[in-house]
């Protein structure tokens, strides 16, 4: 069983930046692809990006590459999302996710279906 908690949301004005954490509990991560997902209001949840801890590849999506990074820390079980020049369409609930198979795909990490584990949320505004 992995348990995966994100903190850092909160409300920002536009322009800003936040840093999102996500601490995973219960295995080991060397292998894991880890994802970060949002979710606005009536919105279907979309990727953001992801890293493979094992060989630190990561993948963005093109409307964040730009403005976010993500990061893992695997000896601290721990991913990272820094976002800056934060707009108010950014404004989300932000998961974190993990796919334990421990293969890279980058055709497939853009996929909810590709993860086994799902955070809660943190909720991100932006103030415009």
């Known amino acids: 069983q992995v348990t995966l908690v994100e903190s850092g949301g909160g409300l920002v004005q536009a322009g800003g930046s936040l840093r999102l954490s996500c601490v995973a509990s219960?295995?080991?991560?060397?292998?894991?692809?880890m994802a970060w997902f949002r979710q606005a209001p009536g919105k279907e949840r979309q990727f953001v990006a992801a890293?493979?801890?094992?060989?630190?590849?990561?993948y963005a999506a093109d409307s964040v590459k730009d403005r976010y990074t993500i990061s893992g820390d695997s000896a601290k079980n721990m991913v990272f999302l820094q976002m800056n020049s934060l707009k108010p369409e950014d404004t989300a609930v932000y998961y974190c996710?993990?796919?334990?198979?421990?293969?890279?795909?980058?055709?497939?990490?853009?996929?909810?279906?590709?993860?086994?584990?799902w955070g809660q949320g943190t909720q991100v505004t932006v103030s415009s």
């Open positions: 996710a993990a796919d334990i198979s421990g293969r890279w795909t980058p055709g497939l990490v853009k996929f909810i279906s590709t993860y086994d584990y």
């Open positions: 890293v493979n801890w094992n060989g630190g590849s990561t």
């Open positions: 219960g295995r080991a991560f060397s292998k894991y692809v």
